[in-house]
């Protein structure tokens, strides 16, 4: 049976039932019944169908994610520019940071990845990148679907525990700040055929685009078809489901104007 991991639901945004974390079952499990165990992890988890890559990704996974300490910084400073698709100049991944599809991830210059990060690139059609100078802060979670994508400018600042799901797209300019918790989700589930489970029905995926100097409040919820202008500032804990115009102050649930940014036109 289908499961939906995640959903929230905010009064007066119907119909914006749900933000999911997975697709449907079938795509999720390692064995599809079409294709062998091994088979699905090498293209879920390694992104190749390579033996040598498989060999790599456990050798990886099983010697160096853990590893602790100055030393275990600079082993994966070493080694993970030939285990990830790009790692930038003095960029760092702390320890117990999972990386599925790794060649997809890329790490601008200076970039520092902290403790428990999940980037969870679910296939080779996917990424992440991240830009220079970023910060993201442990137990952050970067999500992709199977063909989405999350792009981070440079000088971005990524809170602790905060979702970043790109299914439909997730577009980030330069010197944002997603506090901790934020939850930024780039798709929807279908709910109009009344006969059928909604976790069963097709997906909707728009894609969401935060514009440079973006602050999300801790908490702070965005949905699907979003467009968040430059400057903005949204409060913590709003609910965000309809574009910003630049340099506002929003909040609520639903978000609302409060005020434009004082020297803004208005």
């Not at 930038?88 to 990845?113: E, F, M, N, Q, Y």
């Amino acid at each position: 049976m289908p499961r939906v991991t995640h959903v929230y639901v905010a009064a007066g945004i119907a119909p914006w039932y749900g933000v999911f974390m997975n697709e449907h079952l079938e795509k999720v499990t390692l064995s599809d019944g079409k294709s062998g165990a091994l088979a699905t992890y090498m293209a879920r988890a390694v992104g190749s169908d390579s033996w040598a890559a498989l060999i790599g990704y456990e050798l990886v996974n099983f010697f160096l994610v853990n590893f602790p300490g100055a030393a275990g910084l600079l082993l994966r400073q070493k080694i993970y520019p030939a285990f990830i698709g790009a790692q930038g100049k003095g960029a760092v991944v702390s320890r117990g940071v999972s990386i599925r599809c790794p060649k997809r991830l890329s790490l601008g210059d200076g970039t520092l990845v902290g403790e428990q990060v999940l980037f969870d690139i679910k296939s080779a059609a996917a990424r992440v990148d991240i830009g220079a100078r970023g910060q993201i802060m442990q137990g952050a979670c970067f999500e992709t679907g199977y063909e989405g994508h999350v792009t981070l400018g440079n000088d971005c600042f990524v809170g602790a525990y905060a979702i970043l799901n790109g299914q439909g797209g997730l577009s980030i300019g330069n010197n944002a700040l997603i506090a901790g918790h934020c939850h930024i989700v780039a798709g929807n589930h279908g709910h109009a055929d009344l006969t059928r489970p909604m976790s069963e029905q097709d997906f909707i995926s728009k894609g969401i685009v935060i514009e440079d100097d973006v602050w999300l409040g801790a908490g702070a919820k965005v949905l699907d078809g979003v467009r968040i202008g430059k400057g903005s500032i949204i409060s913590a804990g709003a609910v965000v489901n309809r574009d910003v115009a630049p340099y506002s102050i929003m909040g609520g649930v639903p978000a609302k104007l409060i005020r434009l940014r004082e020297g803004a036109d208005g």
